[in-house]
Structures are given as structure tokens and as C-alpha cells.
């Protein structure tokens, strides 16, 4: 059993309930968001009796562009950033000495095969799909990620809703606090008869459906600090669990971390506040105007093709209401039979024309223009116009990717690597470079391609230097072109091991210059001798030739 002052406890459970009641705004937005864009998803926003009303219908989405759009962010985020198919990030010595020594390139490079596979072989890529829905949508997304006997490691998300976040004084995330429910048994199951309350232990000796009985629980992802609920000194962050009940200190249980075990992106953080904003909450108000005139257009279509009508009253003895192919009968019709009571002619072609300018809208807000981009062109057009155009989206783009870098894919990396470190199953570095710092470089295809838009000024001084040195050949001398040369490699994603590192290359031109000295000294020792033939061939009367009259001085 494991217990802590039930003071210090009292004031944990506060801190906890705290950062849920700071939730409460933002939960209140999100659950529009879920109305609106993905009612079947986040149903633990609504209380018990509608999540068992919306599990049959879904009553406020007419037209589904907003969450086709959602669903199409979403996907070019994963193919574009991590996508299961091809390598996503390069592992590189922090000071570039792997340029250097070959045996630290092809050590990193077996550790970023062996990293990838480990990913694809578990629920990496999954966890990361549904992470990019929840930032789309919700600007906030959690994925925890733990050791697993099985693959290594595992990674859950976490629904929206059921945590909270906590920042520190920089502005990035430093706690997280989740409530749940799930049953006895699998509390029994994992923590062990002895860490539970009495009363729960009391419902698991009941037996029978008595062990399915809901228990909320508690879970703390914090730093470690030096207090009654402290790990081993040697653990950065630590993880607490307890029954919501609890009262008197009970744990059931606490552990330390070398990392933090989870991720949790944001994708765009406006002052010191814990949750993001994202183009879901930007396209919200389309969304819902796109329901409302699409009801409005439907029932103008309804009116017209089943307008309410007016009967002889020797029709029928039971008059209906006046909806859409509802009849009202009345005395004193002259001709027997029906006519609507009055014509309804709606500008359909203006109302359809309005609904494909607010679809169009949602969808930028979406950028669905970016991952869409050719086959939404009305006409053909040129390959260097596609990049221009793609490269304005992606400056667009550029804040949310380095985001998601410093605060998804970084410490996910880096969870990853100490783990599969500590298991050992990623090979030792080479001799001499066990303290050398390892950094990350993404070599996806938005990573690329937004790498591509900073070389741009590289390559119009190139053009520059090419158009001026006919004119003045001195230009070609400006350029450091070893440093022009490799750093525009690197901007757009050259592998190092295909570029020559400099002893490399100043043993290469070594060689040729030697080459370069020893054909010389061949041709000059073939000028010679046929200068010497050439004297000794040419007579200078007397018996004797000019080589002759050389040598004798």
C-alpha cells in the first residue's frame, strides 16, 4: 500500500481539480466543435443521457464539408510530416563531426533504420492520425508513450475532454492531469488488491458483475520535485495514480520517468494559455451557417416540389397542418379539388451559389488548397507555377510545423531513442563519441519542402553570379562555393553521406593536383625531347648539329 500525508495529498487533489475547472471555457468550445465537426468522436463532452442519444443519430450536421475537410488536414499532416512510408527525420552529431567520421554516419544511420521500424512494427503511426484530427479540430492533441514487453513501446491518445494541462512559467506544458472511469477488476488487475480503497475492495469480493462496477480515477503526469509524493532524484518526471475518492492519502501507485511520457502538440498558443487554437475554431462560424442555409435550402426545395395545398372540403373530413405536402380543407372552393394556398419560388441557383462560396471558405481554413492543389485547378497549369503556389502555403503553414517539432515530434523522438536505448536495441556509438549530443533533423516532405522556400535566396544569387559572368568573370570569385554548395544540401535534404566531408574533399583535390604536376612534368619531358630532336637534326654546317654546338657550349 502506498500512502503520502493526507495534507500534501489534499493539496494535490486541489491543484488537480483546479486545472479541470480552468478547462471549463475551452470545454464549452469544444463541445461545438464536436457537434458540429465530429459528433461520434468526443461524446464524453456531453453528459450521460445525450451520449446515449447520440450514439443513434447525429442531429446538427446537414452537409459534411467541415469534417471531409478536418479528415484531409488531417491526413496530409500524417503523410506530409510522419508518413509510415518514408523516413521523416535524419539523426545528426550536434557540431556536424559526423561529415567528419564516416563510422558516426553509419552508426546514425542504422539507428534511424532501426528507430523507423520499431515505429512502423507498433501503433506509432495510428496514434499519430488521430493526434492530427484532435489539433485540426480541437488546436490540443495528447498521446502518451510507454514501454511495451510486446513491441517495445505503445502509445494512447488521450480524448479531448478528459485531460487538462498545466504550463509553466515558459509557456510550454508542464503537467497533465486526466480522470477516467474504468472497471474493478482491471484496477485489481493492475495495481494489485492491496493498493485499493476498502470500499472498492469490498465491491471486487462481491464477485460476479459487481467486478464491472465504474471507479474514477486520477492520473498525474508532473515534474518531480522534492515533496511527499517525490521518485528516486534521478527521474525527471514522475506519474501518480489514486481513486477520485480518496480521502486519506492512498496511492495506487507512483513512478519516476527519465522523460516525460507523453507528447502533447498545440497548434497554435495565444498568450500563457494551456490549450491551442486551430482552423476548426477559425471555420466554426462557416460551419454552422453552411447547416443553417443548407436546412433552409432543403425546405425551400421541399415547398416547392410538395407546397401545402387547400382541398374542397368534400375531400376529406380530416384537415391537416400546413408543412410541406400538408393539406388544409376549407368550405367554399367553387371547382372540387386541390391548389396550394401559395406558390413559393426561392432562388435556388443563388442559394446553391452561396453554399459553394462557404464550402470553399471552410475548406482554405482547412488548407485543402495546399493538399488539393492540382486537382482542384480549373485549368492546366505549369510546373513553376504549382511551386510558387504551394510555396505561398506553406509560409502559411510554417509557425504550426515548428510547433508541432518543439512539442510533438521532438520529445516523441526523443522518448522513443531512450527507450529502445535502454532496452538495447540501438547499436553503441563509436569509441570517442558517447557524450556527443544528438539532434534532430526532419527530412519530410512539408519539412522539405518548407526548407526548399528558404533556399530560394541561394538560388537567385546563383542566377545573378551565372547572368554577370560573362560580362565580368570576376564574379564567379565572390562565392565561398564549398560553404554555398553544402549548405543548400543540407536546406533541402541531401543526405550528409552523399556529401563529401571537407578531408574528403581536400584529400581528393590533393590527388588531382599531384595527377594535375605529374602530367605536367610528362608533357615538359616530351617538349624537351623533341626540342632535341629537332637540334639534333638541324645542321649548322662544319659536320655538326645545333645540339651538338649546345652541348659543347
Known sequence: MIKVPEEAFRLKRAYARSLVDEMGDFRTHWRLLADYILPNRYQWLCNEKERRQRLTRNPNIIDGTGTQAARTLAAGLLNGITSPSRPWFRLRLKRW?????????????????????????????????????????????????????ENVFRCY???????????????????????????????????????????????????????LAPVKICHIIEQNEKDAFAVPSIFKYREIYFESSSTDGQLLSKRGYYERPGIFPRWEVTGNDAYGSCPGMDALADIIQLQHESKRKAQSLDYMNQPPTVADIQLSRKPT?????????????NNVGVKPIYTVNPPIQEMSQDLRDIQIRISNFFFNDLFKMISQLETVRSATEIDARKEEKLVLLGPVLERNQNEGLDPAVNRIYNIM??????????????????????????????????????????????????????????????ELLREYGRDIGVKSKLINSEKEVAAQRAAMAKQMAAQQAVEQVGALAQAGKTMSETDVGGGANALQMMLSG
Do not use: C, H
Open 157 to 211: 491518445n488521450s480524448p479531448l475532454g478528459e485531460f487538462a494541462l498545466g504550463v509553466t512559467p515558459r509557456q510550454i506544458v508542464g503537467s497533465f492531469v486526466r480522470e477516467y472511469n474504468t472497471t474493478v477488476e482491471n484496477l485489481v488487475n493492475t495495481y494489485g488488491e492491496e493498493n485499493l480503497l476498502e470500499t472498492t475492495r469490498r465491491v471486487y469480493k462481491q464477485g460476479g458483475a459487481s467486478r
Open 97 to 149: 563531426i559526423d561529415e567528419q567520421y564516416p563510422e558516426a554516419r553509419r552508426w546514425l544511420d542504422e539507428v534511424e533504420r532501426r528507430m523507423l521500424r520499431a515505429m512502423a512494427e507498433t501503433n506509432f503511426y495510428n496514434a499519430m492520425a488521430v493526434m492530427y484530427l484532435d489539433l485540426v479540430i480541437f488546436g490540443t492533441a495528447g498521446v502518451l508513450i510507454y514501454e511495451d514487453y
Open 421 to 482: 536505448t535502454r532496452a538495447g536495441l540501438l547499436p553503441p556509438p563509436p569509441e570517442g563519441l558517447e557524450e556527443e549530443e544528438i539532434e534532430i533533423q526532419y527530412v519530410s516532405i512539408l519539412s522539405a519542402a518548407q526548407s526548399a522556400v528558404g533556399v530560394i535566396p541561394i538560388e537567385r544569387y546563383l542566377q545573378v553570379i551565372g547572368g554577370v559572368a560573362p560580362v565580368y568573370p570576376g564574379a564567379v570569385q565572390i562565392p565561398n562555393w564549398d
Open 321 to 333: 397542418a400546413l408543412l410541406p405536402g400538408g393539406r388544409t380543407f376549407v368550405q367554399g372552393i
